[in-house]
């Protein structure tokens, strides 16, 4: 198992952009692919970016591409997610999630640990 803690959420008003961290620790961090979901106000939780464990594999939700961006620094068990051209739709909580498997996965069943979720808000 491994521990994610979130940060770098908050308010942003439409067009701005925001950096979001989550660091691991426990389990080795570089086997796996990481995820990021989130979930908006009386919506189910919904996938949005994922990478994998190498780094060379991306999936993204269709409503954020060129918009977001993933990354992983395997040496500091740290994966980000850059979200520029933020809208209002974008508000949610953010959860990082690591992986059970080296791909990325769009799936939320494919990711066997979660962190606490860090609140995004944009403000139009």
């Known amino acids: 198992q491994v521990q994610l803690v979130e940060s770098g959420g908050g308010l942003v008003q439409a067009g701005g952009s925001l950096r979001l961290s989550c660091a691991g620790s426990?389990?080795?961090?570089?086997?796996?692919?990481m995820g990021w979901f989130r979930q908006a106000p009386g919506k189910e939780r919904e996938f949005v970016i994922s990478?994998?464990?190498?780094?060379?594999?991306?999936q993204y939700r269709d409503s954020v591409k060129g918009r977001f961006t993933i990354s992983r620094d395997n040496a500091k068990n740290t994966v980000y997610l850059q979200m520029n051209s933020l809208k209002p739709e974008d508000t949610a909580v953010y959860y990082c999630a690591a992986g059970k498997y080296p791909q990325s996965s769009n799936t939320a069943r494919d990711y066997g640990s979660w962190g606490q979720g860090t609140q995004v808000t944009v403000s139009s």
């Open positions: 426990g389990r080795t961090f570089s086997g796996y692919g």
């Open positions: 990478i994998s464990a190498n780094g060379r594999g991306t």
